[in-house]
């Protein structure tokens, strides 16, 4: 071989090498653009992980917050409903007390009213007691007792309710139902009350039953 030709193969090596060079240049070149690539992708995404913590950590406050108004609602709801209850057991207990008061006027007036509108003669003091239905179970009556008319025994039975409605004229005619089951005769239905509307009395009054107001007995005393 020739110094000519082992120059030239030289030189082809050279090159070759100085182009394997460039390739390694570019290709670090492109290896660190995807690094840069890759680190920018991981500081956006440690950016949004750090702004979902925040939100996360914003939201979990709120949470704590609405648990705690929740629970503050909630006692303040049971101390109401307490209230509520308390309020509707004086409630009831006035309207009971309102009752019997009108009941104690009942029992002194009935008789001599019986007597005079209906020619009914009251043999027995009328008085508030509970009887037993046909399953045994206890029912309260407000106004019971015996009479008689035309020499026949009849049973007095009655109510007495402050405000008188409709549903009241109902429950009375359901329970009369359950008291004729246990009691053989004639019965006698009236409700005393201090006031009712007049198609209330005038649906009591369909129904056989009459009715007395609290104003009816004043005279008597």
Do not use: C, W
């Not at 108004?69 to 006692?75: A, D, G, S, V």
């Amino acid at each position: 071989m020739d110094l000519k030709s082992a120059v030239e193969r030289l030189i082809s090596a050279q090159e070759k090498t100085e182009e394997r060079i460039e390739e390694l240049v570019q290709a670090q070149r492109r290896t660190e653009e995807r690094l840069e690539a890759l680190t920018e992708a991981q500081r956006k995404s440690e950016e949004r992980i750090a702004r979902l913590e925040t939100a996360v950590e914003a939201l979990t406050e709120a949470q704590r917050k609405t648990e705690e108004e929740i629970r503050e609602l909630t006692l303040a709801m049971k101390n109401m409903q307490k209230q509520i209850n308390g309020i509707a057991k004086e409630l009831g207990e006035l309207s009971h007390s309102i009752d019997f008061q009108l009941e104690d006027r009942t029992y002194r007036s009935l008789p001599y009213l019986l007597k005079r509108d209906f020619g009914i003669e009251v043999k027995e003091r009328l008085i508030r007691k509970f009887i037993k239905n046909k399953k045994g179970e206890p029912m309260e009556i407000n106004i019971l007792g015996k009479g008689e008319r035309d020499g026949k025994e009849i049973f007095i039975v009655g109510e007495a309710k402050a405000n008188l409605s409709l549903r009241h004229i109902i429950d009375f005619i359901d329970r009369l139902k359950d008291i004729r089951e246990v009691i053989e005769g004639e019965i006698f239905p009236i409700i005393v009350t201090y006031m009712t509307e007049p198609e209330t009395e005038e649906f009591a009054k369909s129904k056989g039953i009459t009715i007395y107001y609290s104003y009816d007995f004043e005279y008597i005393y």
